[in-house]
Each structure stands twice: as C-alpha cells, then as structure tokens.
C-alpha cells in the first residue's frame, strides 16, 4: 500500500474518531482495509454508551469487517488507529490475523507498541507490521479537545459544589453568631 493511501485511511479514522467526540466519547477512531484497498469496517470508540471497555474502536471496526467477510481472518488486512493500540486490541488484531497497522499519536498510559517491542520475544504478534506517527498532531488535537472540555465540565461542577457549600457554610456563619448572641444573652 503506497503512503497516500495510508493517508486516506488515516483521515476517514480521524472521521470516526470524530464521531466519537460529537458523542462525548473519548476521540479515538479505526478502519479495516483489504488489501484492494476497499475499506471492510469503520468503528470509533463507545466505551461510555456500552459502559464497558470493549467499545475500544479497534474492535468495533474488526467487528465491522468480519461481519462484511463473514470470516474472523483479515489477512492481509491494514487497520488505520488514531492512537496506539492497547494490549487487548493488539491481541485482537494479531488473532484476526491483520497484516499491518498504522496508527497516529503515541497512547503513554495503554499503548503497548512501545513495550512490546523492547520485549525479546518471538511471537505472532511482533509479526505485525507496524507504522507509527502518521497524523498524530490532528489526532492528539482531537483528544486535547476532548479532555479541555472534559476539564471545564468538571470544573464548573466543582464550582457548583462549591457554591452550594459555600452559601451552606455562609448560612452557618450567619446562624453562629445569633446563636451566641442568645447563649450570652441568657448568661
Ligand atoms: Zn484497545
């Protein structure tokens, strides 16, 4: 497959991560290509609608395609990622038996490419071709995006609470006084 075409398949990942951020769902985006080039599966990240971490986009796309191939292999197969893989998906891309993969940004918490390279091991998975960087900037500005407006809803829930205990505590110190008006007044 020539770099344009990585590309290509790169932009309709971002497309998917896309999605997931008009979602709320962490951006995050993949696409499974034959080897005609003919795109089999497209799946963005939908952990918070499943509630469970099997919404990885990664899988969804692989899940896409076996369906269109009604087969779980994907020789020769590519898989376009917005982020570096974690283990469980790279476990699922090397059982689906998918040649390549390209992914964009460096995932430093759960990407595993990194690790599993600087392991000496012979195994099915090191088999898998491995393209790293191509348009990280535009995913790592989409997952900025989404945790800058994760960061202001927290923020403005935190003031919220704030404030709420704030106008308790100032209720409080309008009450202490009075109440210790009456007890000196007693005494
Ligand atoms: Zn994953």
């Known amino acids: 497959m020539q770099i344009v075409d990585h590309e290509v398949y790169m932009d309709l990942a971002l497309q998917e991560a896309g999605k997931a951020l008009a979602k709320g769902e962490v951006p995050i985006g993949a696409v499974v290509v034959n080897p005609e080039g003919i795109v089999?599966?497209?799946?963005?990240?939908?952990?918070e609608k499943l509630g469970c971490q099997t919404g990885?986009?990664?899988?969804?796309?692989?899940?896409?395609?076996?369906?269109?191939?009604?087969?779980?292999?994907?020789?020769?197969?590519?898989?376009?990622?917005?982020?570096?893989?974690?283990?469980?998906?790279l476990g699922l891309i090397g059982l689906s038996r998918?040649?390549?993969?390209?992914?964009?940004?460096p995932s430093p918490q759960f990407g595993c490419i990194n690790i599993l390279e600087s392991m000496i091991l012979d195994t099915h998975w090191k088999q898998v071709i491995v393209l790293k960087?191509?348009?990280?900037?535009?995913?790592?500005?989409?997952?900025?995006?989404?945790?800058?407006?994760?960061?202001?809803?927290n923020n403005r829930e935190r003031a919220k609470r704030i404030s709420r205990k704030g106008s308790t505590s100032l209720t409080r110190e309008k009450d202490g006084p009075v109440g210790s008006d009456r007890s000196a007044a007693k005494r």
């Open 40 to 47: 089999l599966g497209k799946g963005h990240n939908v952990i």
């Open 56 to 89: 990885h986009a990664e899988v969804q796309a692989i899940s896409k395609a076996c369906k269109k191939t009604e087969g779980w292999r994907l020789d020769d197969c590519w898989l376009y990622i917005t982020l570096e893989p974690c283990f469980m998906c």
């Open 98 to 105: 998918i040649k390549g993969i390209c992914y964009a940004a």
């Open 133 to 153: 960087g191509l348009k990280a900037d535009e995913s790592i500005g989409m997952m900025k995006r989404f945790f800058e407006r994760a960061r202001g809803e």
